[in-house]
């Protein structure tokens, strides 16, 4: 519990961070974000420059873990998306300012936010627990990413997978 209120704590302050800006009128700079995972004894940040495809990370079956989600853009932030497979990541997020949570078939789930051009923003948080579920599963957390692009090209885009694997078996970070 006091994890969480710590967690609740922190992501308060730091969303007091995120500033409203004003969209240039070229942003060749793609929006950026990380994740921070501790629980079962591990406690790692991942970032978009984080290569994704040199491991996956293994969670306990049952296990809680935290999360703090964060992403931003100097040039405003346009969208924020989050994807997972409910029936293996029990996801529970504190949602609140522009964040949201939909259903997108039995299989996916979305956390998102939607940041507005009359207003933009710099950035968003998102924190919250999961729990690891199905024993031998292995199911992405994958982050999709768009700032506002500027006022005289398209949206720059960020995106990448987190691979999980949920099991009987340590909480680690197991290497390709």
Known sequence: MKTIQILLALS????????ETEIPETDVDPPTFSIKITGDGF??????DTNFDRF?????????????????????????????????????PNLGGNWARTSLSGLTDMLYWTGNASSPLTGTLLNGTFIADGDLASSPITF??????????????????????????????KYF
Do not use: W
């Open 144 to 173: 999709y990413l768009t700032d506002f692009g500027g006022s005289e090209v398209s949206s720059n885009i960020t995106s990448a997978s987190l691979n999980v694997y949920s099991g009987d078996h340590a909480t680690e970070i």
């Open 56 to 92: 996956q990370l293994n969670l306990r079956e049952g296990a809680e873990y935290t999360f703090l989600i964060s992403g931003g853009d100097t040039g405003g932030l346009k969208r924020f998306e989050v994807y997972f497979a409910p029936d293996y990541i029990q996801m529970n």
């Open 43 to 48: 406690d790692e940040t991942f970032y978009q």
């Open 12 to 19: 308060l302050m730091m969303g007091a961070q995120a500033c």
